[in-house]
């Protein structure tokens, strides 16, 4: 079993429209979670960073982590054509001296004018 | 906003060659990350320093890979003997907070290519 899972997609939904994204894993001990953004040959943006489990909410992004069920989700409302991108997934351990981080494989959204 | 440098953005280099890869991390972090993304792969990590060590490595970073913060500002990633299996995009991440928690801003990469 993959350590991240995350369906690559492609979603393709029209402007205006909810984007749901969603990744699963298998270890219990990921404790931060964050949702990047990364356009291609580019270098992932940070969008949402949770800590253990609960909602977060900024602006239209809203992040949410089921730790119970190794699961976490990204809601985009109000979908533009520039949210077209791949969204990556990823979390990492509580750690001392820095926190590797382990991805998803990404989905590529496109939002269709 | 503060952000994440990188250079060079492209790096064409044969096969047995010697790479260095720069990083300038924001300014206050204590952080500072190196991971890679081979084409159409995940992202994957490399290896993790703090305190002018490193503090984690993945099997990737073997003898070949070295990384050094030699001044206050920059952080490299040297590739000793460079394989066609290296080339990638590499980016460098940096995070600031102290208990190594917080969130990592990556650079905008440099891509690798070994012919």
């Known amino acids: 079993q993959k350590e991240v899972e995350q369906d690559p997609g492609p979603l393709s939904v029209p402007e205006g429209a909810i984007v749901s994204l969603n990744c699963t894993y298998s270890n219990s001990a990921f404790q931060y979670f964050m949702w990047y953004r990364q356009y291609s040959r580019k270098g992932p943006e940070l969008l949402m960073y949770?800590?253990?489990?609960g909602n977060k909410e900024d602006g239209r992004f809203t992040a949410q982590v089921d730790k119970s069920s190794k699961y976490i989700s990204l809601f985009i409302r109000d979908s533009q054509p520039s949210d077209s991108a791949t969204y990556l997934c990823a979390m990492s351990e509580v750690k001392a001296a820095g926190n590797k981080l382990t991805f998803g494989g990404g989905t590529r959204v496109l939002v269709k004018p | 906003e503060p952000e994440v440098t990188q250079t060079p953005s492209h790096q064409v280099t044969q096969m047995g060659q010697e790479v260095i890869l720069r990083c300038v991390p924001i300014?206050?972090?204590?952080?500072f990350y190196w991971y890679r993304q081979i084409l159409g792969q995940k992202v994957e990590f490399l290896v993790s320093f703090y305190n002018n060590e490193i503090s984690e490595k993945s099997e990737i970073f073997d003898d070949q890979f070295s990384v050094e913060r030699p001044d206050g500002s920059n952080f490299t990633l040297k590739i000793r003997s460079t394989k066609l299996e290296d080339s990638a995009m590499y980016f460098c991440?940096?995070?600031?907070?102290?208990?190594?928690?917080?969130?990592?801003?990556f650079g905008p990469g440099t891509r690798l290519t070994v012919t």
């Open positions: 991440a940096s995070g600031a907070s102290s208990g190594g928690a917080g969130e990592q801003y």
């Open positions: 949770t800590y253990s489990s």
């Open positions: 300014s206050n972090h204590l952080y």
